[in-house]
């Protein structure tokens, strides 16, 4: 049996909790802002499909009034109370993911505690 590691044209997928979804305000809106936001394009280059928004079940963080939104495998998530926050927590996942895969120098290190500390600026519990 031969394995192959088989780069997507696709980035990650963007997970969102069905149940937090749910029990937000307008959960319509809001996953309707998601898909928006991502088949948008921005950041995206050429030839590369947008990434899929899957609905997953409960992440275990359960907060109130805000959808939780994932994107890497590195155990961060993003907390979306409204539309407008939509695109920034996005951006931040792609920019997370992007700064992930490159080298750990300690340089990218201080950009993924920027990126951190903007995730709990877009929407503090």
Do not use: W
């Not at 980035?11 to 149940?19: H, Q, S, Y």
């Not at 951006?91 to 951190?116: F, G, P």
């Amino acid at each position: 049996m031969s394995l192959r590691i088989v780069q997507s044209r696709r980035p990650g997928p963007v997970f969102v909790c069905r149940k937090c979804l749910k029990r937000s305000n307008d959960p319509k809106a809001i996953k309707t802002a998601i898909k928006r936001a991502v088949k948008s394009g921005r950041g995206r280059s050429s030839g590369e499909k947008p990434a899929r928004v899957v609905l997953t079940s409960c992440f275990g963080l359960c907060p109130k009034r805000a959808v939780v939104i994932t994107g890497g495998t590195r155990g961060e998530y993003l907390l979306v109370s409204a539309t407008e926050d939509v695109p920034g927590a996005l951006a931040l996942l792609r920019e997370d993911q992007n700064t992930s895969s490159r080298s750990s120098s300690s340089s990218s290190r201080a950009k993924q505690a920027t990126v951190r500390s903007a995730m709990l600026r877009i929407n503090p519990i």
